[in-house]
């Protein structure tokens, strides 16, 4: 499966809102599933592809895609491999295509996270490199 993100839209054939069955019909069964239920009483179910390099998150009550966890190589962002560029050329980036508000926090654990909340996608990197890309509808 090709690995374009489409800001907001999804990754690839993935959409955002995509029910579970869909998804699985579309890339296959997961090689982990886990099922977190969170202090509201609601849950999210929790697809790891490892071969994919992507981790999908469903929520609701009928699980749609809600969120998106990439760290595959091949993975493109408006034509370019988005995982060779540093940090000042993904902004850079991003900013060329009209994403200017951005937020940039050290994570607990050691991860820088560069967010772009206009597009809601976060960038994180570990020692300067990119190490994953979450996104959201």
């Known amino acids: 499966m090709e690995l374009n993100i489409l800001i907001k839209e999804g990754i690839?054939?993935?959409?955002?809102?995509?029910?579970?069955?869909?998804?699985?019909?579309?890339?296959?069964?997961?090689d982990e599933v886990e099922n977190i239920d969170n202090a509201a009483d609601e849950s999210t179910t929790v697809l790891h592809y490892n071969d994919l390099g992507m981790t999908l998150f469903f929520e609701q009550e009928n699980p749609e895609l809600a969120c998106i966890d990439v760290d595959d190589d091949e993975c493109t962002l408006f034509g370019q491999k988005v995982f060779d560029l540093d940090e000042r050329q993904i902004v850079d980036m991003m900013v060329k295509n009209n994403y200017t508000e951005q937020d940039v926090d050290e994570e607990d654990w050691g991860e820088r996270r560069?967010?772009?909340?206009?597009?809601?996608?976060?960038?994180y990197f570990d020692e300067r490199e990119l190490v994953s890309i979450i996104m959201g509808a």
Request: zero cysteines; hydrophobic letters at 50%.
């Open 114 to 123: 560069v967010s772009f909340p206009e597009g809601n996608i976060d960038f």
């Open 12 to 30: 690839g054939d993935l959409r955002f809102h995509m029910p579970v069955e869909d998804v699985v019909a579309l890339i296959g069964n997961a």
